[in-house]
C-alpha cells in the first residue's frame, strides 16, 4: 500500500505508527508499507491518497503511477513518444576511437553514447576496461560531441566516480541484484540504466528498481539483454515478450539491448525492428568503428555503416507504431 | 554433401557408390550425402550440381537453395512477399463455433483457418478434441467460407485423415521429434507445418524437417512457438532472435505463434508486431468467439473484434518491412 | 476423487452420473473423477474406497495408493528393496556385439538387459536401428543368457511388435508427450519404462504416466534421464532433487539413467551413486564392449571393466541407504 | 599457461616481457600467461615449473594443481577425508537464536557454523539481516561455542568487517560476477565459500574462483547451490553432476547446500546423501530452531532433531564412499 501526501506530517507518521519506507517525489512525500495496513489506521489518515498494490514491488508498479515515467539522460527523454537509441562502443579503447564513435552515432540518430570504462568481464585474464581514465574521455568526447553518455558502475564506490563524469549510471546484468551497488545508484542524482540479469524473472527484475526507487532515485529505465537459454545458437534469449509485459507492469521506461541478447551483428537490424515494435522506449546498441579490432564484445558491434541502416530500419518501424 | 542431376542416372548411382539418401525436387533428383564423399568420386560426377553443405541438416539449408521456398496451403503463399495469418480457435467444438471463427477471421484478413481436431493435452482428462468428426466439421466450414484449414496430426496413422480432410497437416511442438510421424507427414501430399519444441534446439528442428523433406515432401513451414524458461509470467519464451536466425539457416518459410508463445492474450498483439518486424514470413494466432467459454487456450485466444485489431497492427508493420 | 469398489456396479455407475473414467486394477474397479463431484452424489456411494486427490494426476498418486509399487520385468521388481539395474548397450549393432554385452552385464549384477532396435535419433542421417531384426536378437539373446529385457517402442504401431519380442517397452524422452504412444503402451501387456522429457516438469511426467495407467496398464516405472540446461558441459542436467521428489508424489517406482542425463564415461559411476543415495529404486546405464566402436552413444557408454566397477560402487550406497 | 619459481626473479621477469599476472602461493611466486607464450620466451626459463594450460582458468585447474587444496575454516578442514557440514540458520536473528542453533548444530556433528548478517533479499521490503551487530554476535557465539564460522559480505567495504568477525567470508549466488568483491575477498587474509550463481556456467564459475586467486588467496571453497530451472516444483536445480564434473576439473574442495538448491525441507536429506555420493567435500544446511518462525528461508530449514537424522544419513554414505 502507498499513501501520499503533499507535505510531510509527522501527525501522519505517528498514525502510520512507523511501519513504512518514507521517499520523496517531486515535492511530494510517498509512505510505502509493504505488509497489510489495518483498517481503522487507514480511515486516520487525511488530505493523502492511498493505493492498494498487489504485487511485491510497488513505486515500480504501474498499479501506483498510471503514467509511462518520463527519464531524461541529457536532452534524451526516455518513455516519451520517441525512441531512445544508446550506441557507442562496448568499452572505451582510447580518446579516437571514442570520438570517431560518438560522432558517427550522433549523426545516425543516436541520443545517447554509451561506452564502458569499468568493465565487468567473466574472465580475469580480458581487458577490465580503462577505469577513471575511461570516464575522462567519455566526458570529453560527451561534451566535444554534444551527446549525453551511459556507462557502467560495477561496485558501489565506483558510484561517485560514474556520476561526476557520466550522465546516467548503468548497472550491468550481472550486477542486477548486487543490492549495496543499487542503493549506491538510489542514492545517487543520475539516471539509472538497469539491466535485467540473465537468469532474473520479471519480478526480480522489478523488484531491484524498487531497491534503487527506496532511496529516492526515481529515474530508472529498465534494459531487457537477454535471458539464460539451452541453445547456443545466439548468445542469450531475446524475451520480447517479457519486455512487452513489464511494460505493462511497470511506469519505468523500458529498452532492449539486441546486441547483447544475440551475440551476433548479423541478428541485430531484425530484433531491434522487432524490439520497437513490441513497444520498446529505445534501443541499446554496440557500434565499432572497426569491430573486428575490438577489445570486447566486436562480434556483436555493428559497423558505423550497418548502424546507420539500422537506424533507418528502425525509424520505419517507429513510424508504424505511432513513435518517432 | 547434394548433388542434384535432372534426370536418375543408373551410372552415377554406380559411382556414388550407393551410399546417399535419393529424394526427387520437382523434375530433379537430388542424392545427400551425410558423410565426406572422396575426391575422385566427385570427380567422376557429370552433369550435375554439387553443394558443400557444412550443416548436419542439407536439404533443408539455405545452403543448398539460396532463394526462400514457397510453400503453398490453398491459395496462400508462405515465403512470398505477403504475410500470411492462420487463425482460428484452439480446438474445433462444434460447426457453429468453427463457421463464426472462419467467417470473421477471413474477413479481417486471414489466409488460413486453424483448429484442432486431435488435441494432444497435457492432461488425459482435459478435453481431447472431435477426433475425426471435427475434421469433417473443419472440411465443411473451409469449403462452406472458401479459406483452407490447417489442422494437426498427433499419430502416423491420424496423417492419411487429416490429409484427407486438411489443406495442410500441423505437427505440434510436442511432437516435434516424433520421427514416424514426421516420415508419415513427408510421405503425404499435403503441406506440413511444423512447430518447433519446447525444449528444441534450431538445429534439432531443422533436422525435424529434414526427416520429412527426406520421404519427398518439400512443403514445409517452420513454426516458433516459443521455448522453456524459469520466469512463470509467460506460458513459454518466444525466441525471436532464433526465429530471426532460422531464417538465415535455411530456405523454408518460418512464421510465428504468438498465442502459445506467450499464453496471454494482452501479449498478442505487441509479440505478432515484433514477430513480423523480425522477419517472420506468417503468424500463426487462436482466435474464439467466446474465448471465456472456450474448451482449451481460452486464456491465450482473443476475441474477434481484438483479432481485427491485430490485423490492422500487424498489417502497418508489414508494409514498414516492405511486405503485406 | 477417485472411487474403488470390489465389484463393477451398474447400480453405483448410475449414481455416479456417467462422469468418470473407469479402470481396473487386479479385481477391483476404480472409477476416476477429474472434475469435483457433488456432496449428495458421495453420500450415495456405498461398499467403496473414496479418495479425494488434489493433485491433476490421480491414479499415478501416492494419495491414491500409499506404498510404492512394485513392476515386475522378468524376476526384476522395481520398487522393491533391492535396487534394479538395467545396462547394455545404447543401440543393438548385431547378435555378438549383445551377447557379449548381456553375459557381462549380467555376470555384473544387472537384472535387465537394456538395447534399442527402433532408435528415435536427432539426426536422419544417423545410425536408425536394426527394427525388428533387432527384436529378434534382443529376443535370442535375452533368451540365451536369462536375462528379461527392455527396448524402446517409436509409434504405436511399433507397440506390438516390441510386447512380442521385449519383457519391456520403454517410451523415450521425446516421446514422453506421445499420446497416442503412451495410450498403445497403456493397452499392452507388458510393463513400461517412461522416460521424462527433457523439457517436462514433474507434473507433466506424472500425467504422461496417468494416460498409461488410464488404459489398464499400471506397470509403469519412470526413468529420470536429465533435463536441458544452459551449461555445455555436461549433455543434460541430472535432476535427483526432482526424481527424489517425484518419489514422493508418486506410487510408481522411479529410477535414473546417468548416461544420457550427463553423456559423459567419466561421470556416470559418481552420478549413479548419488542417485541411488537419493532414493532411486533402480538405475539405466549404457554399456558398451567397445564404446569407441559404439554406432551411437559411445562417448557416454561404459566398457565391461568400468561397468563391473559401477555395480560395486552402487552396491556400496544401497546397503548404507538400506538397499541391496 | 604458468611458471612456478621457487623465488621472485627479476631476470625472469625481465625474460618473460611483463605479460603475466603474478601471484605468491605460499613460499613460491607463480606467474600466469593468459595468451600463448612463444616458444623461444619459454626456453630462456631456468629452475622453474612450466604448465600448460588449456583452459581459461587456470590457478583453479585441476592441470595446474593434481592434489584436491586443503582449505581449513578453524579446524574444518575442506578438500580431506572428512565431510565438513556447515549448518546454521539463514540469518542472524538473535544471540539466543544463534546460541541454541550453534550448539545444537554443533552436537550434532557440524564443524562449521553458518549464519547471515548482511542478507542479500530479492526485495527490499524483507529483513535485510543484523549487520555489524548481527556480525558481533556471531563472534560471541563462535566463541563461545567453540565452532568457526561463516557468513556473508555482500560489497566490497563490508569485506573488511565480515573478516574481522568470522572466519570464512561467503560470497553468495547473486554475487557470484560481483567482481570488485570477488577481489576485495581475494585480498583479505580469510577463506571464501564461493556460491555458483543460479545462471551461471561450471567455467564461468571457475573463472569468478580464480579472480580470488589472481589477488593472492588460494583458500576458496566452492559450493553448488541449484541453478534456475523451467519446474517450479523445486526453487532451484540441484546440479550434482555438474558438480561431480567440477571436482574433476579443479583442485578447489567443493561443496553443496541442498537448502537453497531445493528449497524444500523434505528434500534435504536425499539430497545430501545424494551431494556425498557424487564426491561433494562437504555440505551447508540450512538449520533453525523453530523453522516456522524463522525471518527467512524457513520453508527450507531443518528443525535441530532432523538436522540431527540427516547427519546420521549423510554419515553412512560418507562411509560407503571412503570418507568420514
Not at 509512505?31 to 487525511?46: A, E, G, L, N, T
Not at 580480458?126 to 577513471?132: D, I, K, S, V
Not at 534503487?212 to 541453445?231: H, M, P
Request: glycine letters at 10%; a negative charge.
Amino acid at each position: 500500500m502507498i499513501v501520499t501526501v503533499e507535505e510531510e506530517s509527522k501527525q501522519l507518521e505517528t498514525a502510520l505508527g512507523g511501519r513504512y519506507r518514507k521517499v520523496r517525489m517531486g515535492g511530494a512525500v510517498v509512505y510505502v508499507f509493504s505488509q497489510p495496513v489495518p483498517k481503522p489506521m487507514i480511515d486516520r489518515i487525511h488530505n493523502a491518497t492511498v493505493v492498494d498494490i498487489s504485487k511485491p514491488y510497488q513505486l515500480a508498479s504501474r498499479d501506483f503511477l498510471k503514467e509511462t515515467s518520463i527519464v531524461r539522460i541529457g536532452k534524451a527523454e526516455f518513455g516519451g513518444r520517441a525512441i531512445q537509441v544508446c550506441a557507442g562502443p562496448c568499452a572505451v579503447e582510447g580518446k579516437e576511437q571514442l570520438l570517431e564513435s560518438a560522432q558517427a552515432v550522433k549523426e545516425a540518430g543516436a541520443t545517447v553514447l554509451r561506452g564502458g570504462a569499468f568493465k565487468p568481464r567473466t574472465s580475469p585474464y580480458a581487458f577490465q576496461g580503462l577505469g577513471e581514465e575511461g570516464l575522462k574521455i567519455l566526458r570529453e568526447v560527451s561534451d566535444a560531441v554534444g551527446i549525453p553518455v551511459v556507462t557502467e558502475a560495477t561496485s558501489p564506490d565506483q558510484v561517485p566516480l560514474v556520476e561526476e563524469y557520466a550522465d546516467a549510471i548503468q548497472i550491468g546484468a550481472r550486477n542486477m541484484q548486487n543490492f549495496e551497488l543499487l542503493k549506491a545508484a538510489g542514492r545517487s542524482g543520475k539516471p539509472v540504466v538497469l539491466k535485467r540479469g540473465g537468469g532474473a524473472t520479471l519480478e526480480e527484475w522489478l523488484l531491484a528498481a524498487e531497491y534503487i526507487i527506496l532511496e529516492g532515485n526515481w529515474e530508472v529505465v529498465l534494459c531487457e539483454r537477454g535471458i539464460r537459454g539451452f541453445d547456443p545458437s545466439t548468445r542469450n534469449v531475446l524475451d520480447l515478450a517479457g519486455m512487452s509485459l513489464v511494460k505493462r507492469l511497470t511506469h519505468l521506461p523500458v529498452i532492449a539491448d539486441p546486441s547483447h541478447a544475440t551475440g551476433r551483428r548479423d541478428l541485430i537490424v531484425p530484433t531491434a525492428r522487432a524490439a520497437v515494435a513490441a513497444g520498446a522506449d529505445g534501443l541499446m546498441i554496440e557500434v565499432h568503428p572497426r569491430p573486428d579490432e575490438a577489445l570486447s564484445d566486436g562480434a556483436q558491434s555493428l559497423d558505423i555503416p550497418t548502424f546507420g541502416e539500422a537506424m533507418a530500419e528502425v525509424s520505419k518501424i517507429a513510424r508504424a507504431v505511432g513513435r518517432e
